[in-house]
């Protein structure tokens, strides 16, 4: 059964990078069925479509936050990853990462609450 | 970017009622629509995609319909686990995905 897995800091500096990595089992990143993402919610709010990789490393980024945005995958660790640079309290949020087919989120990780505060 | 508008934005039903959420896009999606539901300090879950195809393991008493411009999602008999609340998705037109602003449904 597949298992999706947030890991990173919770607590992170303005102006500083976040980083979050989500650790795959269960089954292949290298599947080309599949496209794999971040969604975010800030505490009390909706979901925001953050970006997606897919396992060639082809990327698609929501354009609001594309200019501070990275997202990698490493097939051999069976993880992707999120960096956001320059936070601001604005970006804290519980951060998902979710696997999808054509942008239908069909498996989510439980999340990971990261927080921007000096 | 399309926007989505969820309406209404919360609602109080009781168990076994029937319930209508609806879901209005900026501009056509055709059926690029899908539905989830969130519980307090959980993951979204997919219900419904494709604006009518229940996810696998779903409940019969959810359902979705529209194409284009106007959603919606039934449920046909409130049970006490639905109690939530729930987004609509459109994933026609990206970048961006964009999410509905979320309904949120109470007990009564």
């Known amino acids: 059964q597949l298992q999706m897995q947030e890991s990173g800091p919770g607590l992170v500096k303005p102006s500083e990078t976040l980083s979050l990595t989500c650790t795959v089992s269960?089954?292949?990143?290298?599947?080309?069925?599949?496209?794999w993402g971040w969604v975010r919610q800030p505490p009390g709010k909706g979901l925001e479509w953050i970006g997606t990789i897919f396992y060639t490393g082809s990327t698609y980024y929501n354009p609001s936050l594309k200019s501070r945005l990275t997202i990698s995958i490493d097939t051999s660790k069976n993880q992707f990853s999120l960096k956001l640079s320059s936070v601001t309290a604005a970006d804290t949020a519980v951060y998902y990462c979710?696997?999808?087919?054509?942008?239908?989120?069909?498996?989510w990780g439980q999340g990971t609450l990261v927080t921007v505060s000096s | 970017a399309i926007q989505l508008t969820q309406s209404p934005s919360s609602l109080s039903a009781s168990v076994g009622d029937r319930v209508t959420i609806t879901c209005r896009a900026s501009?056509?999606?055709?059926?690029?629509l899908a539905w989830y539901q969130q519980k307090p300090g959980k993951a979204p879950n997919l219900l419904i995609y494709?604006?009518?195809t229940l996810e696998t393991g779903v409940p019969s008493r959810f359902s979705g319909s529209g194409s284009g411009t106007e959603f919606t999602l039934t449920i046909s008999s409130l049970q006490p686990e639905d109690f939530a609340t729930y987004y609509c998705q459109q994933f026609n037109s990206y970048p961006p995905v964009t999410f509905g602003q979320g309904t949120r449904l109470d007990i009564k």
């Open positions: 494709d604006a009518s």
């Open positions: 501009q056509g999606i055709s059926s690029a």
């Open positions: 979710a696997r999808h087919r054509r942008h239908i989120l069909h498996h």
């Open positions: 269960g089954g292949s990143i290298s599947s080309s069925s599949y496209y």
